[in-house]
């Protein structure tokens, strides 16, 4: 990537120093200074890409805002570039080309840019919370109108040592009294140590029937170059050591029952369950057997939930194979772009996950509904922002209703 990040600079910068110079001279003022310009954005570039970005002992913050630095500028020049080719076919007529670089693709370069930076400031500080309502045949009747606020992807490492938006996030989940709260993985970026600034925060976090979390794929260490796997193992011991100090109950490849009256509801749990290039440790088998020997099995009468962090897993196997009742999943960030709101909403996500934000529903053979939700995360990986995909906090509600209407 850093290979093919260099390329695209390259021809990109070739092409406009060109245009620059067939237009201005190569000694002009312009010429030179986007000569110098671009010198330095490369240098800029080289240092970033030298910094240390797999070490156990540093911290990435600095070269992930270096480098969404850089892409920010490049993002306009990429813009102006693909807009000025549109303007060279007229050539091929003998007639002067339109400079639609710079009066289409500049404009819309620098809007973008401010997007950018918008979502980088702003809007990745702001929080919302949607509230959906699930209804169910299956759902016992004590458990009508119980209320479960579902977050995740924390990704606390890109805060630093800054807790004020966590505990923003804290505060505001706390605010809507919920039954129940379940974290659906994430809580690090890459090594456990970015955890303990925030267990103090996290640990404020309050529902009648606790706090449920499970793992995911950046919680194990895989984004790390360990010494040896002691030092890697001794990194997830800690993250569970942290959830349990804060009070969560952490389900890898378990099960809990929460009892409410005479009623109970399933809570399965499972690790991360991966596709390449993420590394598999979910076990739905261990959480909740699929043999119907088992006095528990997936396809039984109960009411279950299941966290699994990966909505590729209830896409793949989960909606296909078991009874399941709803599914509770994070990881695609909606990658922390979203256009437009209610019916239409656009995301580049979609392209790579089929359920990449919100509700889907799906019916077994049998005609059971079941369901997912994926909650688009509170927190950022990779890049520094968020556009139009604020940080989601999920309340929903369950509802117990009959053939005949509710109950």
Request: overall charge positive; charged content about 20%.
């Amino acid at each position: 990537m850093a290979i093919l990040l260099i390329i695209i600079s390259a021809l990109v910068d070739a092409y406009i120093y060109g245009g620059i110079v067939r237009r201005k001279g190569r000694r002009s003022a312009w010429s030179i200074a986007y000569a110098v310009s671009s010198i330095l954005c490369w240098a800029f570039l080289a240092v970033t890409l030298c910094m240390p970005r797999r070490s156990a002992e540093t911290d990435i913050l600095e070269v992930m805002w270096m480098l969404y630095s850089y892409l920010s500028i490049y993002v306009v020049k990429i813009i102006y570039l693909i807009f000025s080719l549109f303007g060279i076919w007229p050539l091929f007529k003998k007639e002067r080309p339109w400079p639609t670089g710079i009066f289409v693709g500049l404009p819309i370069g620098i809007v973008c840019f401010i997007a950018m930076w918008y979502g980088a400031t702003i809007g990745r500080n702001e929080i919302q919370t949607t509230r959906v309502t699930i209804e169910s045949e299956n759902l016992p009747k004590a458990f009508d109108g119980y209320r479960i606020v579902q977050f995740s992807d924390a990704h606390v490492g890109t805060w630093g040592n800054d807790t004020a938006f966590i505990s923003r996030l804290v505060d505001s989940i706390n605010c809507l009294k919920p039954d129940v709260i379940f974290f659906t993985g994430d809580i690090v970026n890459r090594r456990t140590e970015e955890l303990k600034p925030f267990v103090s925060v996290f640990s404020r976090l309050k529902a009648k029937d606790g706090v449920y979390s499970i793992l995911g794929n950046h919680d194990y260490g895989d984004y790390v170059d360990w010494d040896n796997d002691g030092l890697k193992k001794r990194n997830l011991d800690a993250l569970i050591k942290y959830q349990k100090q804060m009070g969560w109950k952490l389900l890898n490849n378990d099960r809990a029952f929460i009892t409410n009256g005479n009623d109970t509801i399933v809570i399965i749990g499972v690790e991360n369950w991966g596709e390449p290039p993420f590394k598999q440790y979910g076990n739905l088998d261990k959480a909740y057997p699929y043999s119907k020997d088992s006095i528990y099995n997936v396809n039984d009468s109960r009411y279950k939930i299941l966290l699994s962090h990966n909505p590729e897993h209830w896409n793949q196997h989960v909606s296909h194979e078991t009874n399941i009742d709803l599914t509770l999943s994070g990881h695609t960030h909606a990658m922390q772009i979203i256009i437009g709101k209610n019916k239409w909403r656009w995301s580049p996500s979609q392209y790579i996950y089929e359920q990449w934000g919100g509700l889907y529903n799906r019916e077994t053979k049998d005609g059971r509904p079941v369901r997912i939700y994926v909650n688009i995360g509170c927190g950022e990986v990779g890049a520094p922002y968020r556009i139009g995909a604020t940080s989601e906090i999920t309340e929903i509600t369950l509802r117990r209703y009959s053939p005949n209407g509710k109950e």
